[in-house]
């Protein structure tokens, strides 16, 4: 760990985070529901578009906990 990361959990701003196997799961379960809402296509395109984005913070989510 980066000695400056260290202090901002020393800090407390920053904590460190176990994750689990539910977690995840959860997050690929938001994933899908919302690439599922994405290919609706009676939604304006700008809404399919903002959906399939929020889509991928919980993968980008995902990666870093398992980092």
């Not at 407390?12 to 176990?18: D, N, T, V």
């Not at 296509?41 to 980008?60: C, E, G, Q, V």
């Amino acid at each position: 760990m980066n000695s400056s990361l260290q202090e901002w959990e020393q800090f407390g701003w920053l904590k460190a985070h176990k994750t689990s196997r539910e977690e995840i799961a959860n997050l690929l379960a938001v994933d899908d529901r919302d690439l599922a809402a994405a290919g609706t296509p009676s939604l304006h395109l700008d809404w399919r578009f903002n959906i399939a984005y929020n889509a991928a913070l919980p993968i980008a989510t995902a990666a870093l906990a398992l980092t």
